[in-house]
C-alpha cells in the first residue's frame, strides 16, 4: 500500500518569490511515480509535474521543479517566482508500477500574497 | 471541448434518492477512473475502466455505489438509496495509458474534469 503525507496544511508566500511545499510517501514497491496536481477554487485537478522513481534527474516543468530525494523518500514541489495565480490546492499523488490508481495526500493551501 | 466533461456539476439529492453522475473522457482515452473527494481531503480512487471492461472497483464503498462504461468512452457512476455520507465532489480522470501493467515507473498523468458536487439532503 502506498501513502502519502503532507504536513503543511497552508502555506503563505509573497508574489514573485519561491515556495517549497512537502511531500513524504512510502511504498515497499521499488518502482513508482510521484505526480503533483494544483487544484483551484474551481475545482478542477490540473497536473503540474512527474517524477519515476528511476529517474536520475529532478523533473522541471516552467516554473515548477521537483526536489526528489529519495532515500528520505520525499518529492518536494519548489514553485518558482511564485503568481497570484498560483493560489490553489496543492495535492502530492503517487502510484505504484503496474498499478494505475492514484493515492493522494491531504494536500497544502498555498496562498500567494502581492 | 478537449478535456474530460462531467455532469452535472451541481447535485443536490434527498436522503434515500438515487443519482446518476456523467463523465465524458478525452477522446481516444482508453483508461477511465471514479475518484471521491471529500470536503478538506484529497481525492480517493473509487473504480477504473480500460475501454469498456472495469478492472478495478476495490474503492467503491458499498454495493449501492455501481459505475459502467458501455461502449468504452461515457461512463456513468450511480448511487443507490444516497445517504448523507455520499456527500462529496465526484472527480472523473481519463489516461491514453494503453498498456496495462507494464506502465513506465508507475503510470501516465492523469486528466481530470471539473467534478459533480453532490449534496445529499
Known amino acids: 500500500a502506498q501513502k502519502i503525507t503532507q504536513t503543511q496544511p497552508g502555506m503563505f508566500v509573497q508574489e514573485k518569490e519561491a515556495v517549497t511545499l512537502d511531500c513524504t510517501y512510502d511504498?515497499?514497491?521499488?518502482?513508482?511515480?510521484l505526480f503533483w496536481y494544483k487544484q483551484p477554487s474551481s475545482g478542477e485537478m490540473i497536473f503540474l509535474i512527474y517524477q519515476g522513481s528511476y529517474d536520475q534527474q529532478n523533473a522541471t516543468e516552467g516554473r515548477y521543479s521537483l526536489n526528489f530525494q529519495k532515500a528520505r523518500k520525499s518529492a518536494n514541489l519548489v514553485i518558482s517566482a511564485s503568481q497570484l495565480g498560483d493560489s490553489a490546492m496543492y495535492f502530492c499523488a503517487m502510484s505504484a508500477a503496474f498499478s494505475y490508481k492514484l493515492t493522494f495526500g491531504k494536500g497544502t493551501l498555498l496562498t500567494v500574497n502581492p | 471541448g478537449a478535456g474530460v466533461s462531467q455532469s452535472p456539476r451541481y447535485k443536490v439529492a434527498k436522503r434515500g434518492q438515487d443519482v446518476a453522475l456523467r463523465c465524458d473522457p478525452i477522446s481516444g482515452h482508453v483508461s477511465l477512473f471514479w475518484y471521491q473527494q471529500a470536503l478538506g481531503q484529497g481525492p480517493e480512487f473509487l473504480t477504473y475502466?480500460?475501454?469498456?471492461?472495469?478492472?478495478?472497483k476495490s474503492g467503491l464503498p458499498s454495493d449501492r455505489f455501481f459505475a459502467e462504461r458501455p461502449e468504452g468512452s461515457v461512463s456513468t457512476l450511480k448511487i443507490q438509496r444516497t445517504q448523507q455520507e455520499d456527500s462529496a465532489v465526484y472527480l472523473c480522470?481519463?489516461?491514453?495509458?494503453?498498456?496495462?501493467?507494464?506502465?513506465?515507473?508507475?503510470?501516465?498523468?492523469?486528466?481530470f474534469g471539473d467534478g459533480t458536487r453532490l449534496s445529499i439532503l
Open positions: 511504498t515497499s514497491d521499488p518502482s513508482y511515480g
Open positions: 475502466f480500460q475501454n469498456e471492461a472495469q478492472l478495478d
Open positions: 480522470a481519463s489516461s491514453s495509458m494503453r498498456d496495462f501493467p507494464g506502465q513506465r515507473y508507475g503510470g501516465q498523468p492523469q486528466h
